[in-house]
């Protein structure tokens, strides 16, 4: 319910069932000062209640009757029944009548008993909102009009039988002359702007006060106009009684179209990516019975620092004030807009740690096989063991981990103390870290290099368990790489270039060497800062006159998304049938190193050790131009994708310059299922591949903003297009919430 009919409806319960009135006729040729603006009557109303105990201008609504015991000041000074009062006006001098006391009965003119007729006293009651218009644009749209018009064009809106023509030819003096154009310019005036009128606050309304069949204290068989034969003459008249003012206003604010209902719950707020736009849009709505001139309404939006008025939002004013009346009137909403501004970044990362491990110590070469070392740097923990496997990745065994000056050092159960490095010479050796957190190792220094020291490196999460013994099987659930090097001397070994993060790293020999030989002696590890996403909240306030409202929303960015899962798998890694591994350096493939057939066709093969999705398979090779080579990729025996070497890229050697990169998209890949790699040699072309590389496929609403709270094109969804649907639907209607969003 509208505030103005609701403090109308509130005044209807709280007026008096009768009220005793005096009326008085001030001097309408002078234009009749009245109470406030000129008026037929001067009333003064007597009500124990006080809801109308006052003076009130009226007029009068009933032509059948007359009044009677009516009053006149005829030099419009407030005092009654003075004698021989000159009335130019009138050509001479006049004895006041005082006023004599009467009891009304009280209505509401918006009353449905007074809109229904009141049992037949008003004959026209349908004009009562038009009658009501009239009163309250009498020192406005009506101003160039005379009091005697206005009354006139009153009787005639309101009532079947308006004055005669001789009733009207003895009311001209008493008027001061009348046009009888000018109270049909009234009528129209009214009944163009007046249907369906409602007062607001500050307004008056129109109250009907019906006369008792006898004067107030008169004897009961006398009638108010002191004749006893029974005719009901009381002429009915209306009090122009002010409305009191509630004024109200409201503001609704939206980031993106979304309402948040309470922007301290981190839950109710929007994600919205850094960079991405952000608009805030604000409905306006006058809750009060009071309207505001459009220069009255102030909306301010503090954009986040309430106490720097500098940064403030831009606001500009879109729509709603459909009557074009530059009045923000009772129940009307308006919509504002926000400039467009690019959504913080409110994400905060504390620096990250980089630690250095030195593993030294003075123990034995041999020992107890499957012990563990602890060794603690700036707080972080690691755990160290040491395990074995036969050159095909099987038999496996724990082994000895010993500490000495030069490193970590491992005596697998088919060696003495004698040898005590980690070496791929008969066994494979294996160096077990479980750290007690998550971190990303960059670099090992390897010491007491034998012949050569490449390396096998792994990384991955072993869910806060403990691995109590090492197998092919978890070291295919980790992604891994190698480090090679020409060199037979200590030397750092960088890898994990893309920083990958786990809690578990497994370094060994190089597990397709058989030369390779080391001690372990320092790690280099960086233990990743924490990153807290925090929350942008801004405030709009809107002032209307003395009232106001705000209003809080906000943001909060969408969480970091880890990056597409990739897993390489170097083709020299894999398990070969009929190809070979060839030597190119590491200029030329990825660890330096290529398969080739060494007969007429042959496959390399791997398990995937990711887990189930949908991933996209990039294949490197080599296209010669001294052939045509096939190659067919299957995944679980289901062919992906087949094609043929016919680039000629201008050697017939594996070199940088006929390097490609074959990529097939969206291929469903089950956890453990193989991956196939098929060539046919063609010409002297021998089908060489450098790697395969799996990568996970990311639906791009998982690696985008997040924004998805409200726009033009999902204007219905929005809570915006909601809130305005149910309490404004002519901005829905009319196009303005469009232009809001668009």
């Known amino acids: 319910m509208s505030e103005p009919i609701q403090v109308l409806q509130n005044l209807a319960s709280s007026l008096p069932n009768q009220v005793t009135v005096k009326a008085a006729l001030p001097n309408l040729s002078a234009g009749g000062v009245g109470v406030g603006d000129p008026s037929y009557f001067d009333l003064e109303i007597t009500d124990p209640t006080g809801v109308l105990q006052g003076d009130f201008d009226g007029f009068c609504i009933d032509t059948d009757n007359d009044l009677g015991f009516n009053g006149f000041d005829l030099d419009n000074d407030g005092i009654y029944n003075e004698k021989k009062i000159p009335v130019p006006g009138l050509g001479g001098k006049f004895n006041e009548g005082e ?64 004055p005669n023509d001789d009733a009207i030819t003895g009311l001209q003096t008493f008027f001061n002359g009348f046009d009888q154009a000018n109270v049909d310019a009234i009528k129209a005036l009214a009944q163009t702007n007046g249907e369906g009128f409602v007062p607001e606050g500050g307004q008056k309304v129109a109250v009907i006060l019906v006369p008792d069949g006898n004067a107030a204290g008169g004897p009961s068989d006398t009638d108010l106009d002191g004749q006893p034969d029974g005719i009901p003459d009381g002429q009915i008249i209306i009090a122009a009684v002010e409305l009191p003012k509630h004024p109200g ?13 309470d922007p301290t719950n981190i839950d109710n707020l929007p994600k919205i990516a850094a960079g991405d736009d952000v608009t805030f849009t604000y409905a306006v709505t006058n809750t009060g019975n009071v309207g505001f001139q459009g220069s009255e309404v102030i909306i301010t939006d503090d954009n986040g620092t309430p106490d720097d008025l500098s940064d403030d939002l831009a606001i500009t004013y879109v729509g709603g004030d459909l009557n074009n009346d530059n009045i923000l009137d009772t129940n009307e909403t308006w919509l504002y807009v926000s400039e467009t501004v690019a959504a913080e970044d409110l994400t905060t990362t504390t620096a990250s740690e980089d630690i250095r491990f030195h593993f030294t110590g003075h123990s034995y070469t041999n020992g107890p096989k499957g012990n563990v070392r602890t060794f603690v740097q700036d707080g972080v923990s690691v ?16 082994a000895y981990l010993g500490v000495y000056g030069g490193g970590l050092g491992v005596t697998n159960q088919y060696e003495s103390g004698y040898y005590h490095r980690a070496d791929n010479q008969g066994s494979l050796d294996y160096l077990l870290f479980e750290f007690d957190q998550d971190v990303a190792v960059d670099k090992a220094f390897l010491d007491y290099v034998g012949h050569d020291s490449d390396i096998s490196i792994w990384i991955g999460d072993r869910n806060g368990v403990d691995i109590s013994h090492l197998d092919g099987q978890l070291l295919d659930s980790f992604v891994k790489e190698n480090n090679f090097t020409q060199s037979s001397y200590s030397r750092w070994a960088d890898f994990n270039t893309g920083e990958l993060v786990g809690d578990t790293v497994i370094i060994s020999a190089y597990t397709n060497g058989s030369n390779d ?58 398990h070969l049938c009929h190809y070979k591994v060839e030597y190119v350096g590491d200029q030329t493939a990825s660890g330096g190193k290529v398969i080739k ?17 949908k991933y996209d398979i990039l294949v490197g090779y080599y296209d010669e131009n001294d052939g045509q080579s096939m190659a067919k990729v299957k995944v679980g025996g289901d062919v992906v994708d087949s094609w043929t070497f016919d680039e000629l890229l201008g050697s017939n050697v594996a070199s940088s310059s006929n390097f490609v990169e074959r990529k097939i998209e969206d291929v469903h890949i089950e956890a453990g299922e193989q991956i196939k790699l098929a060539g046919w040699m063609n010409g002297y072309e021998f089908a060489r591949f450098d790697y395969i590389k799996v990568v996970e496929v990311v639906d791009e609403g998982s690696l985008g903003s997040g924004n998805d709270q409200g726009s033009a094109s999902g204007l219905e969804g929005s809570d915006l ?13 009319s196009g303005t919430l469009t232009d809001a969003l668009v």
């Open 249 to 261: 206003i409201n503001v609704e604010k939206f980031v993106n179209g979304h309402d948040v209902a």
């Open 597 to 613: 057939l060494s007969s007429y066709d042959g496959y390399a093969s791997v398990n995937f050790n990711g887990p189930t999705g």
């Open 517 to 574: 030989s080391f001690k372990l002696k320092k790690l280099d590890i960086t233990v990743p800062g924490e990153t807290e996403i925090g929350t942008y909240s801004n405030t709009v306030t809107v002032t209307a006159g003395d009232v106001s409202d705000s209003d809080m929303s906000g943001y909060i960015n969408p969480a970091p998304v880890d990056p597409p899962q990739h897993f390489l798998y170097e083709a020299e890694d894999m």
């Open 383 to 398: 755990d160290v063991s040491a395990f074995s496997s036969n050159k095909y990745g099987g038999n496996w065994n724990k």
């Open 99 to 162: 006023r004599t006391p009467f009891s009304a009965t009280v209505y509401s003119s918006y009353d449905p008993f007074a809109t229904s007729g009141l049992g037949g006293l008003i004959e026209q009651p349908e004009n009562l909102d038009l009658i009501n218009w009239i009163i309250n644009h009498q020192d406005t749209a009506l101003s160039a009009y005379t009091i005697g018009e206005i009354q006139l064009a009153i009787w005639q809106l309101i009532d079947d039988a308006p």
């Open 721 to 733: 297009f909601a809130y305005l649907n149910a309490n404004a639907p002519d901005l829905v209607n």
